[in-house]
């Protein structure tokens, strides 16, 4: 259940957060990440593995049974900064709470490595998962951010090649319209601690290199989006990227997919990240475990039937 009232934890949190300078360069981006993330260390059950996935270098990390699915995740950063280590808690929780195991994908980060480098690392990992005998109906593709911006494009990709396609996707605060549109840009101004119009102009600029904002591959919203598997995304009432979860969610249905839309009444951007400190963190990091494993189970129920 999500809670209507928002707990002292995250409270706290968000007051913190939203104290913090606003960075005005990707240096700057990369020095703040780094000190919120040195707080986040995995959960001290958890082990890790580093891997190279066909080129792409990865991280397998599982917490207890890890038999029932596998979920490919991609970290958020806006295209920019951060990897699979600066995500190890959530990623080890999430392994946890699903009885599974994650890979998290360390892709090429931009304006070194432009769009489409990000989403050519994702769906090369995709590949080399199926390619390593993972049935993809046990695969669920996770992301935050601009992660699940990549594995959205990913599903995508996979869709148009032939590629299967994995039991679900799941979304957290998704950044799918680089063109900043949103009507909650504007709204949720006040209310959002991280992400501003300006600053993801400006990340979005350093990612897209020339390319065009609209391009489906880059700004899923602008896809066509039929095929795809059950999607959960869960964002933030407060975040500037409430607008284009919404919309999402009502494309993924007009195009005849099955999506739940989750809407958190005080979350921030990400909050699940802050599992270890926060109730309704490891609270959304549960639901989307148990939407992940029903999902899997759900494909491995329809691949049995003659």
């Known amino acids: 259940m999500i809670a209507a009232h928002p707990s002292r934890e995250l409270r706290e949190l968000a007051a913190e957060l939203a104290a913090l300078p606003v960075p005005e360069t990707i240096e700057e981006e990369h020095a703040s990440w780094n000190r919120i993330c040195a ?12 891997v190279d996935a066909d080129g792409v270098p990865c991280v397998w990390t599982s917490a207890g049974p890890s038999d029932a699915c596998t979920i490919l995740y ?20 999430i392994a946890r709470a699903a009885g599974g195991r994650v890979l998290g994908v360390d892709y090429r980060l931009a304006p070194e490595h432009p769009f489409p480098a990000a989403l050519d690392d994702t769906v090369a990992a995709c590949r080399w998962l199926l390619e390593s005998g993972v049935d993809p109906a046990t695969v669920v593709l996770a992301g935050d951010s601009c992660g699940a911006n990549l594995v959205l494009g990913a599903a995508l990709r996979a869709r148009d090649t032939g590629l299967p396609l994995p039991a679900a996707i799941a979304a957290i605060s998704p950044w799918v319209d680089l063109t900043q549109a949103g009507w909650s840009y504007e709204t949720n101004a006040a209310r959002d601690p991280f ?3 300006d600053s993801m102009d400006y990340l979005a600029a350093s990612y897209l290199a020339g390319a065009s904002a609209e391009d489906p591959a880059a700004s899923q919203l602008f896809a066509d989006l039929a095929g795809l598997p059950p999607v959960l995304v869960q964002v933030g009432a407060g975040e500037a990227l409430l607008a284009e979860s919404v919309s999402l969610v009502e494309r993924l249905g007009r195009a005849g997919g099955f999506a739940t839309l989750e809407i958190w009444p005080h979350g921030v951007h ?30 491995a129920t329809a691949s049995r039937v003659p």
């Open 74 to 93: 991609c970290h958020g950063g806006a295209f920019a900064i951060g990897s699979p280590w600066h995500n190890r808690d959530m990623m080890s929780r």
């Open 39 to 50: 707080a986040l260390d995995a959960a001290p059950d958890a082990t890790w593995e580093e």
């Open 270 to 299: 990400v909050w699940p990240m802050w599992a270890a400190r926060v109730p309704e963190a490891q609270a959304a990091i549960e639901r989307l475990a148990a939407f992940a494993v029903s999902a899997v189970a759900g494909a």
């Open 195 to 197: 992400v501003t119009k």
